[in-house]
């Protein structure tokens, strides 16, 4: 797949103010300052589709974007470290989580997980907690170009074996680097693909 249009929709935090649900959506998610924006930008060959900042937590809206007129590519707030106050973070987690497990045309929401870190608890129990609602959802390991040659399937794989411990099948994941460009056609290929299912 090759995006060759994509532009701006509605930002909100109501999912009854979101667009008609009458078109594939997939959703970006991740901890703050995982790189979703240089993802999402990445992706979509735009510079500043998504909003770039220095500083965790810039995003703090449902972003709704049109790709090629035909799905939905949606920019969600990050999860975790972020300076606003506790009850910010609060009205966060409410909005997203009524988007995720109510959005009917949802079909893969992409948890980004910078491929630099230890396996997060914040990251293991918020994919534990897609599970158990059954949402639909794919692993993408960000920051790829940042580790040495070898590094990136090694680290990888130490997320595996964390997540052997309670998930009885691996869920789809691609690893990425926004720099690079790398895993951008394995991604998009993916969204493909689930589309062509659906239809």
Same mark, same amino acid.
């Given at each position: ?10 930002? #909100? $935090? ?29 992706? $979509? ?22 790709? #090629? ?26 909005? @997203?989580?009524?988007?995720?497990? #109510? ?9 980004? @997980? ?24 794919? @692993? ?54 689930? #589309?062509?299912?659906?239809?």
């Amino acid at each position: 797949m090759e995006i060759k249009q994509a532009r701006f929709v509605i930002s #909100n $935090t109501n999912i009854k103010k979101c667009p008609a649900p009458t078109i594939p959506e997939y959703a970006f998610i991740g901890r703050s300052n995982v790189g979703k924006s240089s993802l999402i930008n990445m992706l $979509t060959k735009s510079r500043s589709l998504a909003k770039i900042s220095g500083k965790p937590g810039k995003t703090r809206l449902i972003n709704h974007f049109i790709i #090629n007129e035909s799905w939905y590519l949606v920019d969600l707030p990050g999860y975790g470290y972020a300076k606003v106050p506790i009850s910010e973070k609060k009205k966060w987690e409410k909005f @997203i989580r009524n988007y995720i497990l #109510n959005r009917e045309n949802l079909y893969c929401l992409f948890v980004l @997980i910078d491929i630099r870190r230890e396996p997060l608890p914040a990251d293991l129990e918020f994919m534990e907690w897609l599970g158990i609602n059954g949402v639909p959802f794919a @692993i993408i390991f960000t920051k790829a170009d940042k580790l040495k040659p070898g590094e990136p399937e090694a680290n990888v794989n130490r997320y595996i074996e964390k997540m052997d411990e309670k998930w009885e099948e691996m869920p789809k994941w691609f690893i990425s680097s926004a720099e690079k460009a790398v895993g951008k056609d394995e991604i998009l290929s993916y969204i493909e693909k689930i #589309n062509k299912n659906k239809t």
